[in-house]
């Protein structure tokens, strides 16, 4: 039986490089994907921005202060939907098994390839070649040990491990930098004494029942370890649209909230609509002025995309909330997505 090899795929800096595209004159100048307002978040800074101190999830006016001439550049989401329909497009063209994670990332399962690196390097080329835009790779034996490696050395990373190379490569890192293990769970290790990889791997599993449960002692320590034996699944996970807005001002008016939820609600349901997808599950998310979020869903006996229907329960949703403090940030969402035609282009668009 072959030893399995599993590789990781993630484009690089993938919102401002399809912008790039478009705008060749900033090529070399710090560019950031963000909304706007005074509360507005970056969404993908260009490696130039990235060496000033900024990145995903800041808030703009913080980036601004870190890199002053930085250029800002509103999202196109249907645009990036679109070429990252042609990407994945390509790279199913090479290999069978595809886990596609978001716009800009997917795993593959290699295992049955007589040449699996050979083929990710064809992969990337003719990425490169028909978009323009470059990715980075990670192989290994699982999908943790991939995902690890393809962040370790972008852009234009292609790295390969085996579990053991990525114990010993990453053990003095911090322990966030294993996918799962959040701000709070390496604020809680940290208590515990163990802040790196390395620390992790051989901590006390007593002692770290004494923080989590034995079960949760038990995977963190497997993470740690790199030991991961989930496959590769063809089906996408979450299949959901949503879109939300943060305040400029903190929001205590029950009459603004709602108006606000009704022009979020047209602007999903006109997209929906105009893919053809519709969802039984439809839910909100709001943020407070003291940064804790909350999210409420009801799910329906029967898909729906129009904006009366999902209208309708995201405004009871709101009003059953009720919320007691100003709110920051208002969202919508309808999952369990279907679609009308189910083709593998569509699916892929729709991501």
Same mark, same amino acid.
Not at 167 to 181: D, E, H, T, V, Y
């Given at each position: 039986?072959?030893?399995?090899? &599993?590789?990781?795929?993630?484009?690089?800096?993938?919102?401002?490089? &399809?912008?790039?595209?478009?705008?060749?004159?900033?090529?070399?100048?710090?560019?950031?994907?963000?909304?706007?307002?005074?509360?507005?978040?970056?969404?993908?800074?260009?490696?130039?921005?990235?060496?000033?101190?900024?990145?995903?999830?800041?808030?703009?006016?913080?980036?601004?202060?870190?890199?002053?001439?930085?250029?800002?550049?509103?999202?196109?989401?249907?645009?990036?939907?679109?070429? =990252?329909?042609? /990407?994945?497009?390509?790279?199913?063209?090479?290999?069978?098994?595809?886990?596609?994670?978001?716009?800009?990332?997917?795993?593959?399962?290699?295992?049955?390839?007589?040449?699996?690196?050979? *083929?990710?390097?064809?992969?990337?080329?003719?990425?490169?070649?028909? %978009?323009?835009? %470059?990715? =980075?790779?990670?192989?290994?034996? @699982?999908?943790? /040990?991939?995902?690890?490696?393809?962040?370790?050395?972008?852009?234009?990373?292609?790295?390969?491990?085996?579990?053991?190379?990525?114990?010993?490569?990453?053990?003095?890192?911090? *322990?966030?930098?294993?996918?799962?293990?959040?701000?709070? %769970?390496?604020?809680?290790?940290? $208590?515990?004494?163990?802040?790196?990889?390395?620390?992790?791997?051989?901590?006390?599993?007593?002692?770290?029942?004494?923080?989590?449960?034995?079960?949760?002692?038990?995977?963190?320590?497997?993470?740690? @370890?790199?030991?991961?034996?989930?496959?590769? @699944?063809?089906?996408?996970?979450?299949?959901? $649209?949503?879109?939300?807005?943060?305040?400029?001002?903190? /929001?205590?008016?029950?009459?603004?909230?709602?108006?606000?939820?009704?022009?979020?609600?047209?602007?999903? *349901?006109?997209?929906?609509?105009?893919?053809?997808?519709?969802?039984?599950?439809?839910?909100?998310?709001?943020?407070?002025?003291?940064?804790?979020?909350?999210?409420?869903?009801?799910?329906?006996? &029967?898909?729906?995309?129009?904006?009366?229907?999902?209208?309708?329960?995201?405004?009871?949703?709101?009003?059953?909330?009720?919320?007691?403090?100003?709110?920051?940030?208002?969202?919508?969402?309808?999952?369990?997505?279907? %679609?009308?035609?189910?083709?593998?282009?569509?699916?892929?668009?729709?991501?």
């Amino acid at each position: 039986m072959s030893a399995r090899c &599993v590789a990781h795929i993630d484009m690089d800096a993938f919102y401002v490089s &399809v912008e790039l595209l478009r705008h060749p004159e900033l090529r070399g100048r710090p560019v950031i994907v963000a909304g706007r307002g005074a509360r507005a978040v970056v969404t993908t800074a260009s490696y130039e921005a990235r060496r000033h101190g900024v990145g995903s999830a800041m808030p703009v006016a913080r980036a601004k202060r870190l890199c002053p001439q930085v250029v800002i550049l509103a999202p196109d989401f249907v645009h990036y939907r679109a070429v =990252s329909a042609k /990407v994945m497009g390509i790279i199913r063209g090479h290999v069978e098994m595809v886990e596609v994670v978001g716009l800009d990332e997917a795993y593959l399962e290699l295992t049955e390839l007589p040449a699996p690196r050979a *083929c990710m390097r064809l992969v990337v080329a003719q990425i490169a070649e028909r %978009t323009g835009l %470059t990715a =980075s790779v990670g192989i290994g034996p @699982n999908k943790l /040990v991939a995902k690890v490696a393809s962040d370790a050395e972008k852009p234009r990373g292609f790295v390969v491990l085996t579990r053991e190379q990525a114990a010993a490569r990453f053990a003095p890192a911090p *322990c966030q930098l294993i996918p799962g293990i959040g701000e709070r %769970t390496a604020q809680r290790l940290a $208590e515990l004494g163990v802040r790196t990889v390395g620390e992790l791997a051989v901590a006390d599993p007593a002692r770290l029942r004494h923080a989590f449960s034995a079960s949760t002692a038990a995977h963190l320590r497997s993470l740690a @370890n790199f030991e991961h034996g989930g496959p590769v @699944n063809q089906k996408r996970k979450v299949i959901s $649209e949503s879109r939300e807005c943060t305040f400029e001002t903190d /929001v205590t008016s029950r009459a603004e909230l709602e108006a606000s939820l009704a022009k979020l609600v047209e602007d999903l *349901c006109l997209a929906l609509s105009r893919q053809r997808r519709s969802g039984r599950t439809i839910g909100i998310k709001i943020r407070l002025a003291d940064f804790t979020t909350h999210t409420r869903a009801q799910t329906l006996a &029967v898909p729906v995309n129009a904006r009366d229907d999902v209208g309708r329960v995201a405004l009871e949703l709101l009003r059953a909330f009720a919320p007691t403090r100003p709110v920051r940030l208002l969202g919508v969402r309808v999952a369990g997505l279907n %679609t009308e035609q189910a083709s593998s282009e569509q699916l892929a668009l729709a991501l």
